[in-house]
């Protein structure tokens, strides 16, 4: 039988049994119930479990803790996520891999504390200083958050990159049922040839390093980080089309608001409105193909956008159907969430 | 089949336990289902809610404009949510704390006495418990035996506690 489990609490769950064996964070709503759940979890697969005294402090204490081969996380909430992009930005540099939480909450400033999307540009195009990306992903719900947390750890080891899930409140909050992966055996993980756990001795230095002073030096390395995100680009990317093959609206959204989006789509078919969704699951990298292949097809009038922003995800929609096709946009904003009978009264409206 | 409930009223009266025990039993029978509950500052005696949809199929919106069942347990409930439930759709009205009626002519409406049945099952806290009943009976969705099922699960740890939560259940189911 499924387990009935909140979203934050299975995020917490796939995470030790994909191997995470600490956590370090600081508490902030809508995600508290990931260090509530982690700080007796942990406990009991002999992990490593911190408050630590801020965000600043947990996102270095992951800088340590991956550096020497761990497999660490955090999670937040926006606020406490724009707090650690100085760490993120430093990691993703050093390539260290680890696993962030964003359940965002609604901005800019402290905001609210109900669900938003404020944060996707954050996310997705750096929120720290310099060229680096992150992978991305933006779950629909809370089996797809067990389903994508339990293959994080090895996702990020893979590459060397930061993984980070955008949830939002409502996706921390919601109950549903979950089929649980079995946990991972983490003594038979790979070894980390780069890591500085100790084991080197004797074969060379390792160091884990962003400062690179040198401008041959830094522009090599982040040539290799564009060949990286090129690579994970290729082989990495997820979306979703939903009753996408003879639409002639194609709705867009990710995270909760895609779900509310496929009861819309439902809604508007049986008003004889040929509408469908596609959904990007990775968010970062984003699925520029299929939106640009979707773009082509004769059939397609026009994308509408729906974030529970003032426009975020829309500008790749954008670029990456080259603008063949109209992109509206459909948006709710400081906390509020749109209905499917909402999105419905949009687009019959603009119709 | 899609049915979908919302559930109000004031914190600590056991709204989202009440729409947990819908969730669990949709489990129990194999069913899809979201409990997307209220969340924020709200604390005991503040307002409370939650939306629970249960389905034949995976459900795609957790979020209810127009519920088919309205759970209301005080006024501010009922004013809020009235408006709300879906023509020909129900609403329960815990008549223990709403002396109103609902004006609407356009729903089913079931007074249930919840707090009164609560304290003759034996516990007063159980008045959610009797509401449960009620939907029980009223949604045809589940069957007595799997919500029993359920409290029984559920209070496992605190034994003595369900026989008084049975006699709630079989209240609101026969009321």
Known sequence: ?351 | MENKIIIAGFGGQGVQSLGMFIAFASIHDGKEVTFLPSYGPEMRGGTSNCSVVVSDKPVASPIIAHPDILIAMNKPSLYKFESTVKPGGTIIVNSSLIDDKVTRTDVKVLYVDANRLAVEAGNARTANIVVLGAYTKLSGVFTPEVMKAVIEKKFAKKPKVIPANFAAFDLGYNS
């Open chain 1, 1 to 351: 039988m499924k387990e009935l489990m909140k979203g934050n609490e299975a995020i917490a769950e796939a995470a030790v049994r994909g191997g995470c064996r600490a956590f370090f964070g600081y508490p902030i709503t809508p995600q508290n119930e990931i260090p509530e759940y982690m700080s007796w979890r942990l406990f009991e697969v002999g992990g490593t479990f911190v408050q630590a005294e801020s965000e600043v402090a947990s996102i270095n204490m992951i800088y340590g803790a991956c550096g020497a081969g761990a497999r660490a996380m955090t999670s937040s909430s926006s606020p406490g996520i724009s707090l650690m992009q100085e760490g993120i930005s430093y990691i993703c540099c050093a390539e260290i891999p680890c696993v962030l939480v964003n359940m965002v909450r609604g901005g800019p400033g402290l905001g609210g504390i109900q669900p938003a999307q404020g944060d996707y540009f954050q996310a997705v195009k750096g929120g720290g200083h310099g060229d680096y990306h992150m992978i991305v992903f933006g779950p629909q719900g809370v089996q797809e958050c067990v389903d994508l947390m339990y293959n994080a750890f090895d996702l990020a080891e893979k590459y060397r990159i930061p993984v980070m899930m955008l949830g939002d409140g409502m996706l921390g909050q919601i109950m549903e049922p979950v089929e649980l992966p079995p946990m991972k055996d983490v003594s038979q993980l790979p070894k980390k040839a780069w890591a500085t756990d100790g084991t080197g001795v004797g074969k060379g230095r390792r160091i884990v390093n962003s400062l690179l002073i040198e401008p041959d030096k830094l522009e090599a390395h982040i040539k290799h980080l564009e060949e990286k995100y090129a690579e994970i680009a290729k082989n990495e990317t997820l979306y979703e089309e939903y009753m996408t093959d003879d639409a002639e609206i194609v709705l867009t959204a990710y995270g909760t608001v895609a779900r509310i989006g496929k009861s819309a789509v439902h809604m508007l078919r049986e008003k004889g409105i040929k509408a469908g969704l596609l959904r990007p699951i990775t968010l970062y990298p984003f699925p520029s193909d299929v939106f640009l292949k979707t773009a082509q097809k004769d059939s397609v009038k026009k994308f509408v956008c729906m974030e529970l922003s003032s426009g975020q995800m829309i500008e790749d929609v954008k670029l990456a159907t080259h603008m063949l096709k109209p992109v509206e946009f459909f948006g709710r904003n400081g906390g509020n969430v749109m209905t499917p009978e909402d999105i419905v009264d949009f687009i019959t409206k603009e119709a």
